[in-house]
């Protein structure tokens, strides 16, 4: 892994050193080159770049940490039971505030999923499966991620109507996406991890996205509890 | 910041007095018809009643859907604009993020997740490349002031010597996250000067010039990734505020650099804008809302108040609720009217209920963005789950004057006031830009526009929604993201970048009808697989709209007149020339008094039938005739069609549009 990273160093400062690199304050001082734009007038050539976009994808693809193959892979299965869990929605929940919660979640988080198995079968690791209901198979289909529900808390979503299964879909929805959140926080916490801008960007949505969910959620589920006299 | 070209004192002067004299003839011009001084004016007063809404007749089927792939190769539609060049990237950013941009003078800063690139956009039709400044970094958010150039730094990758091998250590003390400052005192050679490290690095940041503080300016940074730990940047806290006070979480932070030693930029405060932070559940509910809330309320619904807003309890609620009563009174059966009055009388107490709580207490930790208004001294904050309106007065310690939040929008991402700082739009950024949040089965109220007024200067109030009508294919992410203002006089119209949804321009006047009357879009960079691209920001900079593209580098865009949009608008459009831009640091727009800017103020009495064509006919020859003039001749006309103007206004159909008229033609009488 090092010498993969190494090797991947050296290749993106040769493309560097082609223009103006800036040091620290406290370094030597900044020389920045003139870049090797064409003449006035005459046009850039858009095939070689092209080219050039296509190799700077090939090789950002390469770069990478087995702590973000973990991550992506760990999320599918998180991910895909929340969808699992949403898509139960439409039929049993008692109100529209969550089944469009519900639809929200589910359209989020299977973009995001298409997001990572592309990501990981782009680096030829394998990806999770998931179906359109969210059951997950192959590659990770029985991994347990923190924050998802047990077989049998499933069964009680799954089992529940009306208010009853609004209440039971957030108070597990909750620690669901706190799960998800605490996920990104071990991923950070992992030394060379999140590196490449795809894997940091995903996982700093991941945690701004589900922390906001999970405040509405929480005043949802303050409101659903106050709607009944004590 | 500053328009160039503003009145001059003497045409101030002399346009009030022209004023006050037309004020006095107005007592004695009862007549909707004018005469004097050789100007004789038909009767302004409109045949309708009301100002026609702005129509125009979009394309259909809407050329955007079915575009062609490519990266460089992409097939295009445009509407209502004209793309005047198309730029690549330079070598070094080619298959990099391009990201915001800023201005100054004739230079363009694009921001690069590798960099800086800065162009010198003299010439819009082939931008030239200044320098190519290597120095990764996401998500490399620029600002510039003076002689300065703010760059953010977020990612875990970036390093404080611009080395682009990464940072292998978790915890390591070549790692920056936070705010780069550069002295682009000579633009050839941008001069690495100072950092300032924040506990969450910064996603985005505000320059804030305070009208007050000459010798400083403030940077609002807004960091939305996790808390770095102590061990690495000390004194950050990623816990609770509750578990420690000293949390990064739930502030912002305040910078202040003192121009003249930016050297020593520092943090100055961490206001901790979201404290007590209970906003109503949702935005303020829509007129058409409360129409439907008080229908309710007339045939009988409990209404309750939540957080102000009236709110109809939902049936699912009621039933088991006066059941609850029957039993309380030891009854059986169906309720009877005595539990509904029950009922009633615990609203309140519901009410207050629903609104509490421990979660409900916790609001966002950190803003997305930030845009500073200095000259109203508003700002609106996008903050994750909110919207905030701010007080800027005291740069350093910025006050909540409101909060919204909405059930339709996912994160809040920036925000846009009006020319007058009476209305607010928020874009919500709904799957972090990287997703296809455009598709057809996408809502049309989840990842747009929300449109707010400003009511009495410190409360929103939610009118509508926008987003871009086109579906985009899977392959294209697409959301609401970065816009400027388009200084058309007398109207609101903004240009606004959806990825690679393209660029959508839209009229706003009437905050509850967003009207589209501009577009631009590209296909898909690759048809088999979503690769990330498209407009970034797009920002109206001193004539052109200036887009940058994240896969493709540069567009400049100009604008072409429709039946929504006149050549005298544009014309005066382009004559507010500024030497600087920040869009998250809006500037106010002042325009210079031309006969474009007259003959703009005509076009929109005419296009909204608030005066007779008659009229919109005389003003118009007579404008023309005043042109053709020169010296004393020019101005007496001017300054006699001005005082017409203004003693006719009562009587047209948009009285204030007729003022905003009169004090052009003053202004310009006064030229």
């Known amino acids: 892994m090092h010498l993969l990273r190494t090797l991947l160093i050296l290749g993106l400062v040769t493309s560097a050193a082609c223009a103006g690199t800036g040091p620290s304050p406290s370094g030597a001082p900044a020389e920045p080159v003139e870049t090797t734009s064409p003449a006035d007038g005459q046009e850039p050539d858009l095939g070689r770049l092209e080219a050039l976009y296509q190799a700077r994808a090939d090789s950002a693809r390469a770069q990478y940490h087995p702590a973000d193959v973990d991550f992506m892979t760990g999320m599918i299965a998180h991910h895909a039971q929340a969808i699992l869990m949403s898509l139960w929605a439409p039929d049993r929940a008692g109100s529209d505030a969550i089944r469009t919660l519900a639809a929200r979640i589910t359209n989020a988080q299977k973009d995001e999923i298409a997001l990572m198995q592309r990501w990981l079968r782009q680096r030829d690791q394998p990806a999770p499966e998931v179906s359109p209901e969210g059951r997950v198979s192959g590659h990770g289909a029985h991994m347990h991620m923190t924050g998802m529900l047990t077989d049998e808390q499933l069964a009680r979503l799954e089992a529940s109507t009306g208010v009853t299964f609004d209440s039971l879909y957030l108070a597990s929805m909750i620690p669901h996406h706190e799960g998800a959140v605490t996920m990104v926080h071990d991923l950070f916490a992992t030394d060379g991890a999140a590196q490449g801008d795809l894997v940091f960007k995903l996982a700093s949505d991941i945690q701004v996205d589900q922390s906001s969910e999970i405040a509405r959620m929480g005043r949802m589920l303050d409101a659903m509890r106050a709607g009944s006299p004590r | ?671």
Not at chain 2, 32 to 40: E, F, I, L
Not at chain 2, 95 to 118: C, E, R
Not at chain 2, 273 to 296: M, Q, S, T, Y
Not at chain 2, 333 to 351: E, K, N
């Open chain 2, 1 to 671: 910041m500053r328009p160039t070209s503003r009145p001059s004192p003497s045409a101030r002067r002399l346009g009030t007095g022209a004023l006050a004299l037309a004020g006095a003839l107005a007592v004695a011009g009862c007549a909707a018809s004018s005469s004097m001084g050789g100007v004789d004016l038909p009767s302004v007063a409109p045949s309708t009643d009301g100002p026609a809404p702005l129509r125009i007749d979009a394309p259909s089927p809407d050329p955007r859907e079915g575009l062609g792939a490519g990266l460089f190769d992409a097939e295009e539609a445009a509407w209502n604009v004209r793309v005047v060049s198309r730029t690549p990237p330079e070598e070094p950013f080619v298959g990099q993020t391009n990201s915001d941009l800023a201005f100054k003078d004739h230079y363009v800063f694009q921001g690069n997740y590798d960099g800086v690139q800065i162009w010198d956009i003299t010439d819009p039709t082939t931008p030239r490349s200044v320098v190519t400044y290597v120095c990764p970094a996401s998500q490399s958010d620029v600002s510039v002031y003076g002689d300065l150039l703010f760059v953010s730094g977020e990612g875990l990758s970036g390093r404080l010597d611009c080395g682009a091998e990464g940072v292998d250590q978790q915890i390591s003390d070549e790692r920056l996250r936070g705010i780069r400052i550069f002295d682009i005192s000579d633009i050839d050679s941008p001069e690495y000067v100072a950092n300032v490290q924040t506990c969450r690095g910064s996603h985005t940041h505000t320059v804030l010039k305070d009208p007050n503080d000459d010798e400083n300016v403030y940077i609002y940074v807004s960091g939305s990734a996790p808390v770095r730990p102590s061990e690495e940047l000390p004194g950050c806290v990623g816990a609770l505020p509750s578990d420690d006070p000293n949390s990064a979480l739930f502030r912002i932070e305040v910078i202040r650099v003192p121009l003249a030693n930016p050297e020593a930029a520092e943090i100055v405060s961490s206001p901790r804008i979201f404290d007590d932070l209970v906003a109503p559940p949702e935005h303020g509910p829509a007129p058409a809302d409360l129409e439907a809330v008080e229908r309710a309320r007339e045939e009988g619904a409990f209404v309750l108040e939540i957080g102000g807003d009236p709110t109809v309890l939902p049936d699912r609620y009621v039933e088991p609720l006066l059941q609850q009563f029957v039993e309380r009174r030891g009854g059986t059966g169906a309720p009877t009217a005595q539990d509904s009055a029950a009922l009633r009388s615990y609203l309140p107490q519901l009410a207050e209920q629903m609104g509490g709580g421990p979660t409900a207490d916790m609001g966002p930790t950190q803003c997305h963005d930030i845009t500073v208004y200095p000259d109203v001294g508003l700002a609106g904050g996008a903050c994750e789950g909110y919207g905030l309106l701010l007080d800027i007065s005291d740069p350093v310690n910025p006050r909540r004057l409101d909060a919204v939040s909405d059930s339709n929008f996912s994160y809040w991402h920036s925000a846009t006031f009006d020319n007058a700082g009476t209305k607010v739009l928020f874009s919500d950024e709904w799957g972090g830009g990287g997703g296809p949040k455009c598709r057809e089965s996408d809502p049309m109220e989840w990842g747009a526009d929300a449109i707010f007024t400003i009511e009495d200067g410190d409360r929103m109030e939610f009118q509508s929604y926008f987003k871009i009508p086109a579906a985009q294919t899977p392959q294209e992410n697409c959301v609401a993201h970065n816009g400027s203002l388009i200084p058309i006089p007398g109207r609101d119209i903004m240009v606004q970048s959806w990825y690679q949804g393209g660029l959508s321009i839209f009229d706003w006047t009437d905050p509850a009808n967003p009207v589209e009357i501009a577009f631009h879009d590209r296909g898909p960079v690759n048809a088999e697989q979503m690769e990330s691209g498209g407009a970034w920001s797009a920002y109206w900079y001193d004539g052109y709209i200036y887009s940058s593209e994240i896969a493709r580098g540069l567009d400049v865009i100009e604008l072409l007149p429709s039946e929504a949009l006149s050549e005298n608008e544009i014309e005066a459009a382009r004559s507010v020339q500024l030497d600087l831009l920040n869009s998250q640091g809006q500037p106010r727009f002042e325009w210079p008094h031309t006969f474009a800017l007259a003959r703009a103020y005509v076009d929109q009495l005419e296009r909204s039938r608030t005066a007779s064509q008659a009229w919109v006919d005389g003003v118009r020859s007579t404008l023309d005739e005043a042109e053709a003039m020169s010296g004393g001749a020019r101005r007496d006309l001017v300054q006699t069609l001005a005082m017409q103007v203004e003693v006719q206004a009562d009587a047209a159909g948009d009285p204030a549009k007729m003022r905003l008229l009169a004090d052009a033609l003053a202004g310009l009488a006064a030229m």
